[in-house]
């Protein structure tokens, strides 16, 4: 009797929680920061300058061999005027516009038009339609989750082409690399306006816009929470995993086979970015409906963070190890390449565990096992806007008992070891784990922050169990 009590209880406290995570999220979802002078000018800042980063890193590679620091002492000796840079830069193309548009065509076609079929023969992969998180609205959003499928299908005929059929040659995008920049930058520019304007005149769902009267930090951040059109295509969804993760592995390849046609050879550190970016993607596809729970799908409204940052920043910044080792190949000795073999594996191998043990001990309530033994918790109270008491649990086992972010580390991890790869000659290679290093410090503060909102003196309860971040004992 006793136990069946309890385990009501347990059932009574799990509905409460998510009756309450609906209700708080009104309050919290979305945007995190307010329009302070700070903020204002730290968008404009974003607005200005991303775009000339991603230039300057692309230019740097094409006129200087990589070298961040010879534009600018050529500027600043006289050798070189801006104009000079410029005028040697490639310009947009019709050919690299053909491209670019059947690209993108095609990832359209394959996402709405083509049902996941992998789910029905791929034990343990959740395909086909799912259902997101709850909106602010209220509104739980289906979608069709079909992004490894169309990975496949995409690099199936990748590689027909490559061996077979012979239409282009695999060094296409590098050879219309930036031209295809300026093709990016139309597409994330445009489909960001487009998302703003939708957000005024015909949104999706009105209740999930959110303005602040700011135009600058609306078109950043976005308006709408998930515009959509039509029942299927989400900006968010498709923008965040098509068209431009598909596409970094198709990018290292044919930086790969650039090496090849250049020097006759594929180096083992251009061997080693392609494995282990691949296996990253891999694993945000096999995870896509994971992903749907995840911060951008359940926190991000739609703006030009999202809609250049996926079309541009992700697929030119991200890819830099593969470009700089076109420039300069670096043919690793075995004990160097076994050693960042084993790191980017160790930090996949981080990364995926810690966020299966907090999806298992959410999905079970905690009625599982982490490392062999029931999970250790602390639970946490808090108040809705109209006084209800509700509960929730937060994992103090497992490497969640390591560190709070834990899985960040792992990521971490694995950018190193990507650009290790490119050796120590140039600073360039060694972007991504800077960027990367920000990003998730960042995203810890941003999620700590919220939490402690949430739980108030409980969250610090929590802090005091777990009192690291992301790498015990240090931070």
């Known amino acids: 009797m006793?136990?069946?009590?309890?385990?009501?209880?347990?059932?009574?406290?799990?509905?409460?929680?998510?009756?309450?995570?609906?209700?708080?999220?009104?309050?919290?979802?979305?945007?995190?920061?307010?329009?302070?002078?700070?903020?204002?000018?730290?968008?404009?800042?974003l607005l200005m300058f991303a775009p000339l980063i991603v230039y300057y890193f692309i230019m740097a590679c094409d006129q200087y061999q990589c070298s961040l620091t010879d534009p600018v002492i050529d500027l600043f000796t006289g050798n070189k005027r801006l104009s000079d840079i410029w005028n040697k830069t490639p310009t947009l193309t019709y050919r690299a516009a053909g491209i670019y548009s059947l690209w993108v065509a095609f990832q359209v076609i394959l996402y709405i038009f083509v049902p996941d079929f992998c789910h029905k023969f791929l034990p343990g992969y959740v395909g086909g339609v799912q259902e997101g998180a709850?909106?602010?609205?209220?509104?739980?959003?289906?979608?069709?989750i079909n992004g490894l499928q169309a990975w496949i299908i995409t690099h199936v005929l990748w590689f027909a082409n490559a061996y077979y059929f012979h239409f282009f040659s695999p060094t296409i995008i590098f050879d219309n690399w930036i031209p295809l920049l300026w093709c990016a930058n139309i597409l994330g520019y445009a489909i960001s306006t487009f998302a703003m304007i939708k957000g005024y005149c015909f949104p999706t769902n009105a209740k999930d816009c959110k303005f602040t009267g700011n135009f600058f930090y609306d078109y950043m951040m976005g308006i709408e929470f998930n515009p959509r059109i039509g029942r299927w295509f989400d900006f968010k969804l498709f923008f965040n995993g098509r068209p431009g993760i598909v596409a970094w592995t198709l990018i290292n390849l044919s930086y790969a086979a650039k090496q090849q046609e250049l020097y006759g050879q594929v180096t083992n550190s251009m061997i080693l970015v392609n494995v282990l970016q691949g296996?990253?993607?891999?694993?945000?596809?096999?995870?896509?409906?994971?992903?749907?729970?995840?911060?951008?799908?359940?926190?991000?409204?739609?703006?030009?963070?999202?809609?250049?940052?996926?079309?541009?920043?992700?697929?030119?910044?991200?890819?830099?190890?593969?470009?700089?080792?076109v420039y300069h190949p670096v043919q690793l000795g075995p004990a160097n390449a076994v050693g960042i073999l084993m790191l980017g594996l160790i930090g996949y191998y981080i990364f995926r565990v810690t966020n299966h043990q907090k999806d298992l001990f959410r999905r079970t309530d905690g009625n599982c096992k982490i490392w062999g033994k029931k999970p250790e918790y602390i639970e946490c109270s808090y108040m809705s806007v109209d006084g209800t008491k509700y509960y929730s649990k937060l994992m103090t086992s497992g490497f969640w008992g390591w560190a709070r972010h834990f899985n960040y580390t792992g990521d971490l991890m694995g950018s190193l070891a990507y650009c290790l790869t490119c050796g120590f000659a140039h600073i360039?290679?060694?972007?991504?784990?800077?960027?990367?290093?920000?990003?998730?410090?960042?995203?810890?503060?941003?999620?700590?922050?919220?939490?402690?909102?949430?739980?108030?003196?409980?969250?610090?309860?929590?802090?005091?169990?777990?009192?690291?971040?992301?790498?015990?004992?240090?931070f």
């Open 2 to 45: 006793a136990a069946h009590q309890e385990k009501k209880l347990a059932q009574e406290r799990k509905h409460k929680t998510t009756q309450y995570d609906t209700q708080t999220s009104q309050v919290q979802w979305g945007r995190a920061w307010e329009v302070d002078w700070f903020s204002l000018a730290s968008i404009l800042f």
């Open 134 to 144: 709850v909106t602010p609205a209220g509104v739980v959003n289906k979608y069709e």
């Open 279 to 325: 296996i990253y993607v891999l694993d945000f596809f096999w995870n896509e409906a994971w992903y749907l729970k995840t911060i951008d799908i359940c926190h991000d409204h739609f703006g030009w963070y999202l809609g250049w940052g996926d079309c541009v920043w992700l697929p030119y910044l991200y890819t830099l190890q593969g470009l700089y080792l």
């Open 428 to 474: 360039l290679p060694y972007f991504y784990i800077v960027y990367m290093t920000i990003l998730l410090t960042h995203r810890c503060i941003r999620d700590e922050h919220r939490c402690l909102s949430k739980y108030g003196k409980d969250w610090k309860h929590y802090t005091a169990a777990v009192p690291y971040r992301l790498i015990p004992g240090i």
